[in-house]
């Protein structure tokens, strides 16, 4: 009997306790009330008040279960919002990669290989955006400060009214911005950082994702601007989970080859500005010099013509770049030719190769290819097919191409030519160099380019036969 009413008295109270856990809001202000009335008490709407029906189904523990959050606030498309204010910090390569200058409450993730000069040009960059008057905070985690003021003065910043700090605790660093409410942090790197409420070395995915997300979640709901630098693994990608880089605003990439002075920054990520811009950059005994006009630049080494040259005028971004593609063809000594790419797709190269073969009889077997894009630059747009082509032909028949001619257009499988985008802006750059004419595809917007001579073959069997006289 006694078993009995206890088996009783725990499913009463069972049954209370899931009882009690039934809420009801109103449907006109939102307030929740533990039974049901007629009347709202909030607001005072009569007949407004409903039994809430749970958000989920599922284990209270894994499920949001019938707790309901705050009605956020709903716009149509036609609403207008005023754009974000930008500070520029006088760079003008720099403000061209950020869409414009840096925006307030935006999270910044820089990735490069090691030695590239990530912490020379956040350095300088730092110094720049604090003279405009923008409080900056230099957080380094992988130097002491005494190193990183070492470099300001090599730099010729030491006068920067820039605040230094070395540090990897996460919960100290943030602690610190809430208190000092800069405009700007610069965190080096986020490899280094540790939260000591995950359990992992710093470094891990967890930590990494962790210091990632509170950094970001800092920056929005206190205004303050944060760049955080992260490594890159053998591939070139930024280390640590992808999920880092779906959480920022703006991923860029430092990208040069040690053996050149070039180096460039492209945006490949940015909600506040245009994705694959680059900024161009020169490294100096005094570290990094913007480049204004990188066409200039990457032509420079360009001596009398030789065989397997050819200039490609490219778009990066928004602006017209103009790059030396050389090639060398050579018989193989191998069973298996090489085929070797610096700068470029692989994959484009070997089809590319199977198009000449196929539609323009010109074979490639027993041949050793080797490509190259000079000054360090990597190239990623369809548009260099033609100017590859012309490069490898030059190559193969040992024939120079004219010094003042500048290729480019896409090749189909078909054999066909497709024509660039923005083929009047790829002219209107090669003219402004010097370059006297010009071959692409039939079909693209060339406007009026006074001074420049336009070859315009139809298919890759014509551009053959016109340029190199067989086909």
């Known amino acids: 009997m006694k078993a009995h009413e206890g088996l009783k008295n725990r499913h009463s109270s069972g049954t209370k306790g899931a009882m009690a856990k039934t809420t009801f809001s109103c449907s006109a202000c939102g307030a929740t009330h533990s039974r049901w009335s007629g009347r709202c008490d909030g607001c005072g709407e009569w007949n407004s008040i409903t039994q809430d029906v749970p958000l989920s189904a599922g ?14 606030t709903l716009t149509d498309l036609s609403t207008e919002e005023t754009p974000p204010p930008r500070t520029l910090c006088g760079v003008e390569e720099l403000d061209r990669v950020l869409g414009g200058g840096l925006v307030p409450a935006s999270a910044l993730l ?27 905070i230099y957080v380094s985690g992988e130097e002491a400060s005494a190193q990183v003021r070492m470099r300001a003065r090599r730099l010729g910043l030491e006068d920067a ?23 700007l942090a610069i965190i080096d790197s986020i490899q280094t950082m540790w939260a000591d409420n995950v359990d992992s070395a710093p470094g891990s995915v967890s930590q990494v994702r ?13 205004g303050v601007s944060i760049i955080m630098v992260g490594h890159v693994t053998k591939d070139g990608q930024i280390a640590g989970p992808r999920v880092v880089e779906h959480m920022v605003d703006t991923v860029l990439y430092f990208e040069g080859e ?9 945006a490949v990520k940015n909600r506040f500005g245009p994705a694959d811009e680059i900024g161009v950059f020169e490294m100096t005994g005094k570290g990094l010099a913007q480049v204004t006009n990188p066409s200039a630049l990457f032509l420079s080494e360009r001596g009398k013509p030789s065989p397997g040259s050819a200039v490609f005028a490219g778009i990066e971004g928004t602006r017209p770049v103009l790059v030396e593609l050389q090639a060398l063809v050579a ?3 191998h069973s298996q030719p090489r085929r070797t790419v610096v700068g470029w797709d692989s994959g484009r190269l070997a089809m590319i190769l199977a198009v000449l073969e196929a539609r323009c009889g010109i074979p490639f077997a027993g041949l050793d290819v080797y490509l190259n894009v000079a000054g360090g630059l990597k190239i990623t747009e369809p548009a260099a097919d033609l100017a590859v082509a012309a490069a490898l032909l030059s190559a193969r028949e040992d024939t120079a191409l004219p010094t003042d001619t500048v290729v480019f257009g896409e090749i189909s499988l078909s054999g066909a030519l497709r024509p660039a985008p923005q083929t009047e802006n790829r002219l209107k750059e090669a003219q ?11 079909g693209g917007k060339t406007g009026t380019v006074a001074g420049l001579t336009l070859t315009r073959p139809s298919d890759l069997v014509g551009f053959v036969g016109e340029t190199f006289g067989a086909g």
């Not at 820089?110 to 900056?136: C, E, H, M, N, Y």
């Not at 070395?166 to 100290?172: G, H, I, M, V, Y």
């Not at 040690?258 to 492209?266: A, E, K, N």
Request: a positive charge.
């Open 331 to 333: 018989p193989s000594p």
């Open 59 to 72: 284990p209270a523990k894994k499920s949001l279960g019938g707790k309901r959050g705050q009605s956020i």
């Open 432 to 442: 402004k160099l010097g370059f006297t004419s010009a071959i692409a595809p039939a």
């Open 210 to 222: 962790a210091a990632a997300h509170e950094l970001t979640t800092f920056a929005k709901r206190h």
């Open 258 to 266: 040690r053996g050149h002075q070039f180096r460039i920054l492209r």
């Open 161 to 183: 009214p820039v605040q230094l700090a070395a540090e990897t605790n996460l919960r100290n660093i943030l602690t610190t911005l809430e208190a000092e409410k800069p405009g």
């Open 110 to 136: 820089v990735g490069g290989d090691p030695g590239i000069g990530k912490s020379t040009l956040l350095l300088q960059a730092a110094a720049r955006f604090s003279r405009a008057g923008v409080k900056t």
